[in-house]
Structures are given as structure tokens and as C-alpha cells.
């Protein structure tokens, strides 16, 4: 069974550091893209970006370019959203997600996603 | 990016009846190398994460009940929801991955009346 298992909650306070991870099973974990959607409280779905796990190739969203850091270790299969100053509107549901397919070289969506690392920052 | 505009915000509809949600794209998201509309639909209910429906704009994940159909092309897609069950309940996600930023609409809400 293909698995995206989340790290737990976590509450920090404004200016402070924080790494959240996402751990993948049942698949070539290296080989596929894993993308990061936020979900503000009671607002909808918001694209954060994508991690090759393979060579940490990145791609995000002109939203949050310099506001969060993705990186991976594909040793233990594993990627990561890091925050190196949070804000109070950082407070949000992180999911993971892993894109379906290829096929045909054509990734088509997510079709696995983590259960979600909810973040609170407040003061 | 490619922005997805989606309406309406909110629908009621009785159990059995239909509802149907639109999503309209800034940009069309129909590669024409593979004559593909590069859109996602996602169902989400409280507390759970999105769930894949429909890729390609009209192809229906695994498992999914067969009253979820999508169409469209180019740069106007429409998600029906033929004899609304009561487990239907949920916000609906219209994505597009054609670009670098796989950009979602902002939601749909689908309530019983």
C-alpha cells in the first residue's frame, strides 16, 4: 500500500524555526515527485510546490518562493517544509501529497496524500 | 500561473437530484501534444484530506461511484454529481496541473437541502 505518513502537530510562537516532515512507503519513494498544499482554517486548498526526493529538485509556487524551504532525504524517505521565521499567518493544515501517474510520462493530480501536519503559531 | 475560477461557492441540492459544479480556467489547460485537459477534480470532507475523483478532466479514479462525472475542454470544466447522495457532503476541488503550479480552485461546498 503506497502511504504518506505526516509528522504530528506542532504550535510555535511568531519568529521561531520549524520542520515538518512527510515519510513515504510502498513505493520507490526517490522516484516520484511529492508536493505540498496548505489549507488556511475553514479556507480552501492552497499549492505550495514540488520535491523530486531523487536530487531535491524543487519547484514552487511564486506564492511561497523564499517563505518556506522543501528538502528530502531519500535515505530515509522522507521530505520536508521548513519555516526559518514563522508567522502567526503560517497557522494552517500542511498536507503531502504524492502526484499519480506517470504514465505515458504524464503525471494527471494527486492520488495520495498525507493526513496533514496541522501548524499553530500564536503568540 | 493559471488561475481556476470556480461557481458557485455553495450549493444545496436534494438527495437524488443533481449538482453540478463549474470550474473555469484563465488559461486553456488542453496540451495539445497529448489532446488532454490537464484538470483534477478532489473531494473533501471535514477533517479528511482531498480525495482524487476525476483526472484528465472526465477520466474517474478507481473506485470512485459512477454518479461522478467530469467534462469539458479547453478552458471550462463542469463536475456533475448525478443522484446526490447524503455522503456527498463535501467541498470540491477543481486543480490544474498544466502549469508549474498546480494551482486549485477556491472550493465548492455541496450541502444537502
Known amino acids: 500500500e503506497v502511504r504518506l505518513v505526516q509528522s504530528g502537530p506542532e504550535m510555535r510562537k511568531p519568529g521561531e524555526s520549524l520542520r515538518i516532515s512527510c515519510q513515504g512507503s510502498g513505493y520507490s519513494f526517490s522516484d516520484y515527485w511529492i508536493g505540498w498544499v496548505r489549507q488556511k482554517p475553514g479556507q480552501g486548498l492552497e499549492w505550495m510546490g514540488l520535491?523530486?526526493?531523487?536530487?531535491?529538485?524543487?519547484k514552487y509556487s511564486p506564492s511561497f518562493q523564499g517563505q518556506v524551504t522543501m528538502s528530502a532525504d531519500k535515505s530515509i524517505f522522507s521530505v520536508y517544509l521548513q519555516w526559518d521565521s514563522l508567522k502567526t499567518s503560517d497557522t494552517a493544515i500542511y498536507f503531502c501529497?504524492?502526484?499519480?501517474?506517470?504514465?505515458?510520462?504524464?503525471?494527471?493530480?494527486?492520488?495520495?496524500w498525507g493526513q496533514g501536519t496541522t501548524v499553530i503559531v500564536s503568540s | 500561473d493559471i488561475v481556476m475560477t470556480q461557481s458557485p461557492e455553495s450549493l444545496a441540492v436534494s438527495l437524488g437530484e443533481r449538482a453540478t459544479i463549474n470550474c473555469k480556467s484563465s488559461q486553456s489547460v488542453l496540451y495539445s501534444g497529448s489532446n488532454k485537459n490537464y484538470i483534477a477534480w478532489y473531494q473533501q470532507k471535514p477533517g479528511q484530506p482531498p480525495k482524487l475523483l476525476i483526472y484528465?478532466?472526465?477520466t474517474r479514479e478507481s473506485g470512485v461511484p459512477d454518479r461522478f462525472s467530469g467534462s469539458g475542454s479547453g478552458t471550462d470544466f463542469t463536475l456533475t454529481i448525478n443522484n446526490l447522495q447524503a455522503e456527498d457532503v463535501a467541498v470540491y476541488y477543481c486543480q490544474q496541473y498544466y502549469s508549474s503550479s498546480w494551482l486549485f480552485g477556491q472550493g465548492t461546498k455541496v450541502e444537502i437541502k
Open positions: 520535491i523530486y526526493p531523487s536530487d531535491s529538485n524543487s
Open positions: 484528465w478532466a472526465s
Open positions: 501529497a504524492k502526484p499519480a501517474g506517470p504514465t505515458d510520462g504524464y503525471y494527471y493530480g494527486m492520488d495520495v
